[in-house]
Structures are given as structure tokens and as C-alpha cells.
T-cell receptor, first 117, second 113 residues
Framework: GAVVSQHPSRVICKSGTSVKIECRSL??????MFWYRQFPKQSLMLMAT?????????EQGVEKDKFLINHASLTLSTLTVTSAHPEDSSFYIC?????????????FGPGTRLTVL | DQQVKQNSPSLSVQEGRISILNCDYT??????FLWYKKYPAEGPTFLIS?????DKNEDGRFTVFLNKSAKHLSLHIVPSQPGDSAVYFC????????????FGKGTKLTVNP
């Protein structure tokens, strides 16, 4: 099956620093990737849609200047949390869309646990 | 405004019995529904899906039922196994749209040996 990886799996950083999270589709090309965020005991919340070669589309309430998304190639999207603060601590998950003749399917990465001290 | 609702935050069943996880949705535009299983600190893994043109889809121990008129779907796991213990998310989207998945809050299933 299709595999999506994320790096790093967990990161601890100091308040005010920036953190970059990578999402890669390992065995397929994905023109569209999605970034989600999950708070404890809450649902996955879509943050933004990442489109290869164009600007990301952010969901309402998500600060585009704080959460920078770059989809530089068909297999890589990056999420940079700029000037991170403790309230940004969360579990960040990406997904990539595999396009099939029978229909598209999303595959999820394993997630990245961000802790901001 | 929650478009996908899983009203039971947790469910506990005995091994070998049936687990029934419920999900309700409000957006009538949704025409494709999925169930994901998630372990702590891991990404969700796909379990089973159903298109709105069907009312049932079965895959091994997992069966999803869709009641469009009630805007309700359920996931049945039978027989339940301890390894099924996880959080189960219901998700929905509109195939003619942007493929943005809308998730419920999840139900934590515990299968007791």
C-alpha cells in the first residue's frame, strides 16, 4: 500500500523558535497533501490543503504566517511552525492523496508530536 | 458547528462480542464516509469506507452501515479482539469537492480479554 512518512516523529523546542515538519509520500506522487492538527481528546482538525506548485489553502482561523506550508515537489510538503509557543504544542498529521482511476484515497503519515517549552 | 459527530467518547466491550461505533453527520452533501483507527501517538490508519450509493460494506470482521435518511452510519466489529482497542474516527467528505475530510471526535474502544 501507499506509504506516507513524517519527520521528525517528535520534537521539543523552546518558545520562540521555528520548527519544520516534513511529510513525504514514499511510493507515489501526490499533488495534494493535507495538514491536520489534533489536540488531546479532540478530533483531527484540518489546518490547510497543500498543493504542489501553488500556495496552500488555509482553513478559517489558521494563521498562514505562523504555519508556513511549502509543497515543493510531488512527494514532499513541509509545515513550518514559526515562533512556536506552548499553545502550539500538539500532534500534527499530514495526509497525501493517491489518485486512482477508481477514485482518490488519502493516506496518513504517522504524525509529529510537537512540544513547545 | 460539528458536521460529523461521534456522541460516545468511549465504549467498552468483552472480547468476542460485537462492538458498534456510531457516527452522525449533518451535511447532506457528504457522499463518502470512512472509518479510521488510531493508536496513541500514531497517525490514523484506514479501516473501511462506504459510498452513499450503498448502505452496507463488509470487510472481514468490519462492517459499515449507512442510513442516509437518518444521516447515520455505524461500524460493527465482530468478533471484537483486544487488539481492536484504539480510538476510532468517523470521517466524511464530498467527492465532487476538495476532498477535505471532516472528522468526528472519535470513540475510544476498549476490548477486554
Amino acid at each position: 500500500g501507499a506509504v506516507v512518512s513524517q519527520h521528525p516523529s517528535r520534537v521539543i523546542c523552546k518558545s520562540g523558535t521555528s520548527v519544520k515538519i516534513e511529510c513525504r509520500s514514499l511510493d507515489f506522487q501526490a499533488t495534494t497533501m493535507f495538514w491536520y492538527r489534533q489536540f488531546p481528546k479532540q478530533s483531527l482538525m484540518l489546518m490547510a490543503t497543500s498543493n504542489e506548485g501553488s500556495k496552500a489553502t488555509y482553513e478559517q482561523g489558521v494563521e498562514k504566517d505562523k504555519f508556513l506550508i511549502n509543497h515543493a515537489s510531488l512527494t514532499l510538503s513541509t509545515l513550518t511552525v514559526t515562533s512556536a509557543h506552548p499553545e502550539d504544542s500538539s500532534f500534527y498529521i499530514c495526509s497525501a492523496t493517491l489518485t486512482r482511476i477508481s477514485g482518490n484515497e488519502q493516506f496518513f503519515g504517522p504524525g509529529t508530536r510537537l512540544t513547545v517549552l | 458547528d460539528q458536521q460529523v459527530k461521534q456522541n460516545s467518547p468511549s465504549l467498552s466491550v468483552q472480547e468476542g462480542r460485537i462492538s458498534i461505533l456510531n457516527c452522525d453527520y449533518t451535511n447532506s452533501m457528504f457522499d463518502y464516509f470512512l472509518w479510521y483507527k488510531k493508536y496513541p501517538a500514531e497517525g490514523p490508519t484506514f479501516l473501511i469506507s462506504i459510498s452513499s450509493i450503498k448502505d452496507k460494506n463488509e470487510d472481514g470482521r468490519f462492517t459499515v452501515f449507512l442510513n442516509k435518511s437518518a444521516k447515520h452510519l455505524s461500524l460493527h466489529i465482530v468478533p471484537s479482539q483486544p487488539g481492536d482497542s484504539a480510538v476510532y474516527f468517523c470521517a466524511a467528505f464530498f467527492q465532487g469537492g476538495s476532498e477535505k475530510l471532516v472528522f468526528g471526535k472519535g470513540t475510544k474502544l476498549t476490548v477486554n480479554p
